[in-house]
């Protein structure tokens, strides 16, 4: 009797493992990092890259993809900044998947670029859920939240290798204790790397610049 | 031959929907108003309840289900101003469900109450698309999230009855176009009412106030 070949259907989650995986053998090939930025709405991740693109100082290449339900706001943002980026439409999912980010990827032709960021759709929860085939995760966390968040959504701070503080030159109006915000981040993730930044002042950007250098391949 | 009964199995929606609709029969033989309130994580809803319970003057009378994925820290804010309320825990999910709400309101014994306010995970997307049997959403929008939130996230000022803009204290600080961001909310629900708020300074209090007086049965 003929064994009867046996066919398999993937569920969304195994079909986002395998683009997740492919995505990943493309950037190895090309020597290519890939970040994936996840933070809540507004927490300043496209602010951070338009202050990356003004201190290359001609030493670091790299492109953008631009998750959002909706517009395509921030990646006219980063063009105007004479980035390269292609923005991703959700049409209302909550994340990024890693199919709609590999071709989005591969439509950006990363060549010869030293890192491409991903800022995924604005949210603390679904896109830390979803691999798209990124080397690591940033965590972002504007200082105008308040210091508890790391621990009511912590898997995204379990997750991300690093941990940005946004909006820092707003602290002597607000009510957060850095201190404590840094302890609650630790005890989720003691290895997790910490910066403090305001993308308005500069201030801190000096050091996020060197971490980008001295990781590039 | 006998007809054979046909079994309705419920999808996660249907099953959602049918606990809604109960919560909702529920609150109306109570004749109590509940409120879905949705926004970003940080974006100001426990404050909000903490400078409504200093304002009630013994004419309104509210408990709250705080939604999140860890921690009690919100329904703890809420007992140390005397407020009555149950901790929602969603164990990593990105929204509240109708049956988790439906069991934590009648646990909260609202007969008499005026309101119970939910608030639901931090999130612009997610708790949108489920109906908890709410009477009305309220959309919160931080200014420090910036002005083209509304237009990136349209999903929820289009649900909701109300919009309102939080931490309007930080203003002098930020490059937040206050008339812009009504135009964009208006631009996607033009009947929408829009209240512009700090619970810190207490500046738009009292206008909010004056809504809730308004709609309490």
Known sequence: MATR???VFRGLKGEN???AAETRAFLKEKKVIMINMIGS???GKTSLLEAVAARTQGKLSFAVLEGDLETTRDAERMAAVQVKANQLLTGGGCHLEARLVHHGLKDLEPDGLDFVFVENVGN???PVQFDIGE???IG???VTEGEDKPLKYPFLFREAKVAILTKVDLLPHLDFDVEACVEFI??????IGIFRLSSKTGEG???FMDWLFKHKK
Not at 186 to 191: C, E, G, L, V, Y
């Open 135 to 137: 080397a690591a995760k």
């Open 5 to 7: 070949s046996v066919k």
């Open 124 to 126: 603390l929860v679904c």
């Open 41 to 43: 709405p507004g927490c």
């Open 186 to 191: 630790k005890r989720i993730n003691p290895k």
């Open 205 to 207: 950007m000096d050091n």
């Open 17 to 19: 493992d395998k683009w």
């Open 140 to 142: 972002f966390l504007s």
